[in-house]
């Protein structure tokens, strides 16, 4: 049986930091490209390690003046160089020197489960990499908190949207709070949308989830039975939680999984949905009011866009045959108003 990944050591984290240094010092010789190799062999998480470093490496060097001027990072007293020893060579294993120590304070940083923030602005993604090898992709408008202790791993969802492929660790489960809910694994693969306080939306796409809705999302006012505490997702559930009408689970096609996570390609797909549904996903990605009048909001539409093109969208809506519409913009405000063609 293969040996569960667990969080990487300082060990990993140094050498990372020199591995990222020494890359941007130049090339390697073939030996040390074996050693690399060989490194990045060894655990799943090597890789994200010196991802994450090679990009702190490069960051680094334009905030190293500013760190050591804040006392941050000590410099050794400038010595005359060897001749045999390039200007690069030194600035390299300088910059090798503070990674390691940087490293090594991010890690038990990490260790003591202080949060990193993460937040995505209008109409942007971004695909990051946790310490223990989680891969998490944020939508547009997303804010995360994460915190990556030694009994658990803890991510609050402030709003958003993202999407998890979260590395087994049976002794640390893995969190994801909402405002309307909380999911608990150990590893799999899912995705969740909190784009409001009371509404929760969580699909599986593998292993399986415990999903436990807040009491203001699990069950509608009229509700005479109280909901189950938590519900157990598979492979292909999708669970809807909102305060209006309580709880759902439902098994999705294939198709219907692929157009729920078509967002991490850019695009979103409408399948008969009322044109008011489609408006605030829009919305929400851009930033922008959009409304539609009544009678426009109910028109259903079912097509493909992409979500970065949002005058695209207004063109195609204006081309829609089955769906009589006209959309007028307001250049001062940048607002957009969707009413019928027959409406003055």
Sequence with gaps: ???????????????????????????????????????????????????????????????????????????????VPRRSWSFKLLTTCTLAAAAVAIALTVHFTRSAALPETFATAVA???????????????????????????????????????????????SRPFIVETPAGAVRVTGTTFNVLAESPSA????????????????SASAPPASSLPPPASYSLAAGDHLSARATSGVTVKKLSAAALANTLAWRRGTVVFDDVPLAEALARFAHYHGRDI?????????????????????????????MELVPVKITRDPASGSYHISLRTEK
Excluded at 33 to 51: I, Q
Aim: charged share 20%.
């Design 124 to 170: 942007q993604r971004q695909s990051i990499t946790l310490a223990d090898g989680t891969r998490v992709e944020l939508n547009a408008r997303t804010s995360l908190q994460i915190a990556l202790g030694r009994t658990e791993r803890r991510v609050r969802l402030a709003s958003g949207e993202a999407f998890f492929q979260v590395t087994k660790d049976p």
């Design 1 to 79: 049986m293969n040996a569960l990944p667990s969080q990487p050591s300082p060990a990993a984290h140094a050498e990372a930091a020199l591995w990222a240094a020494r890359l941007d010092g130049g090339t390697l010789e073939a030996a040390d490209r074996v050693a690399l190799d060989t490194w990045l062999a060894a655990s799943p998480a090597h890789r994200a390690l010196l991802s994450s470093y090679c990009q702190f490496s490069a960051d680094l060097e334009l905030q190293l003046p500013a760190l050591v001027g804040a006392g941050r990072i000590n410099l050794p007293p400038p010595a």
């Design 200 to 215: 929760l939306d969580v699909t599986v796409v593998e292993g399986s989830v415990q999903v436990h809705p807040a009491a």
């Design 291 to 319: 409304t539609a009048s009544s009678g426009a909001a109910r028109l259903h539409i079912s097509s493909r866009f992409s979500l970065d093109d949002l005058e695209g969208f207004f063109v195609s809506l204006g081309e």
